[in-house]
Nanobody
Framework: QVQLVESGGGLVQAGGSLRLSCVVS????????MGWYRQAPGKQRELVVR????????NYADFVKGRFTISRDISKNTVYLQMNSLKPEDTAVYYC???????????WGQGTQVTVAS
């Protein structure tokens, strides 16, 4: 079964950068649709970015365009989210997501906390 483990969250000052990692087990990352979502306390979970298998198509939420970048390291079976120019409103728990087309399955990581101080 597909399993995701996120890491890389932490406390950063506004304007700083963080790189989140999502290690994928149970499937080859290039065959998966991958995404990052986030959820602030008391708020709805929202899409940050989603990338189809092999990175053929990538869609970023408007509030992160030009600041965040998703990438994959196939040799490490890992997906990254590079976050630059962080803002206090980026503070949230960030979740890695994977969708497998066949056999179909959706997997979520446990989440990693990102806190941006103003």
């Amino acid at each position: 079964q597909v399993q995701l483990v996120e890491s890389g969250g932490g406390l950063v000052q506004a304007g700083g950068s963080l790189r989140l990692s999502c290690v994928v087990s149970g499937n080859i990352v290039s065959t998966l649709d991958m995404g990052w979502y986030r959820q602030a306390p008391g708020k709805q979970r929202e899409l940050v970015v989603r990338s189809t298998r092999s990175g053929i198509s990538t869609n970023y939420a408007d509030f992160v365009k030009g600041r965040f970048t998703i990438s994959r390291d196939i040799s490490k079976n890992t997906v990254y989210l590079q976050m630059n120019s962080l803002k206090p409103e980026d503070t949230a728990v960030y979740y890695c997501n994977a969708d497998r087309r066949w056999p179909p399955i959706t997997a979520w990581g446990q989440g990693t906390q990102v806190t941006v101080a103003s």
